[in-house]
């Protein structure tokens, strides 16, 4: 069982990034599945989530509107696209998966400075 993240990096504020979220071992659309992010000196903190049940998405406030968490079951990947990135947005984000078991991958920086 594995969960990979890929996407992260540096970008200018009010750029985009979109992360990918590669599932093996386990059927993603089968769990529901979360972004989290991780400040240096603050703690873990729920990005995005889409449930197993009917794609229901969920976002933190200080990314409504900005951010968009999708799933695609052929390629059993999950991504978040990311716009009008900010510098607080400046995090580790990660992949969570959720049902029966928990998962989570090993994170992709994401930096956003000019």
């Known amino acids: 069982v594995q969960l990979v993240e890929s996407g992260g990096g540096l970008v200018q504020p009010g750029g985009s990034l979109r992360l990918s979220c590669a599932a093996s071992?386990?059927?993603?659309?089968?769990?529901?599945m979360s972004w989290y992010r991780q400040a240096p000196g603050k703690e873990r903190e729920l990005v995005a989530l889409?449930?197993?049940?009917?794609?229901?998405?969920h976002y933190a406030d200080s990314v409504k509107g900005r951010f968009r968490i999708s799933r695609d079951n052929v390629k059993n990947t999950v991504y978040l696209q990311m716009n009008n990135l900010q510098p607080e947005d400046t995090a580790v984000y990660l992949c969570?998966?959720?049902?029966?078991?928990?998962?989570w991958g090993q994170g992709t920086q994401v930096t956003v400075s000019s």
């Open positions: 071992g386990f059927t993603c659309s089968g769990y529901v």
């Open positions: 889409i449930t197993n049940v009917g794609d229901s998405t």
């Open positions: 969570n998966a959720r049902w029966v078991f928990t998962y």
